[in-house]
């Protein structure tokens, strides 16, 4: 054996599998990536929604009537999906459970939503909700951020857009409830607030429930100037029934 093959060093099996094709996650279709295109085409078919808020909404109709009563601080807001089943639980893994490799498969997801792609390619930003410290440190990373370094990572700022404070639960409160919760929980950080100004965003979180985490985080990038926001989640929940 020459000196050189000797020297090489070892790689261990454990290494080399996560090479190997898995399971599809919710069908268990194999050999597939972590969602396969049978599912993402079953259960994220493209539909429209309100260019406001992302809810569903009859084909031919753009904004729903809250947002024309209403109109939210975003110039657009695309979903790639419905918070229904089986996201929440792939959702729910990738957040609370620390398995971050959902992350690129979700950020693939997101891009095939419509509007996504040119909103990416149009934009100069593309910011990431902010988590308050003290969460950020109990799950050990930001899934925004990691989603949006996935979807356009040359564009992606994580320290524009700041959490102000800690807020109580938002699970059980009304709309109006969580915009108050929220007022003043996000600003723009001070020392490059230039930054945004004038400029084309892309504000991107995984879950949009009432929209008020979003609407306030846009407030707080108007007020710093910006030109265009358009918010793209991953996933939208239904309305009330």
Known sequence: MSSQHALRPFRPFTALLGRLPSQCAVCRAWPSRPVCDACVARFAPPAARCGGCALPLPEGV?????CVAHPPPLDACLAACTYAWPWPDAIAAFKFRGEAGWAAPFATLMRSAPWVEPALEQCDLV??????????????FNQAHELAR???????????????????????????????????AFAVEPLRAERARGRRIVLVDDVMTSGASIFTAAE???????????????ARTDPPR
């Open 127 to 140: 910011l990431p909700m902010p988590l308050a410290p003290g969460r950020l440190r109990e799950r050990g």
């Open 220 to 234: 707080a990038l108007r007020l710093a100037g910006a030109a265009h926001i358009t918010a793209v989640v991953l």
């Open 150 to 184: 996935r979807l356009c990572a040359g564009k992606t700022d994580a320290s524009l857009l700041l959490r102000t404070r800690e807020t109580p639960a938002q699970s059980g409160l009304a709309r109006a409830e969580r915009l108050l919760n929220l007022r003043g």
């Open 62 to 66: 753009t904004r729903c009537g809250d």
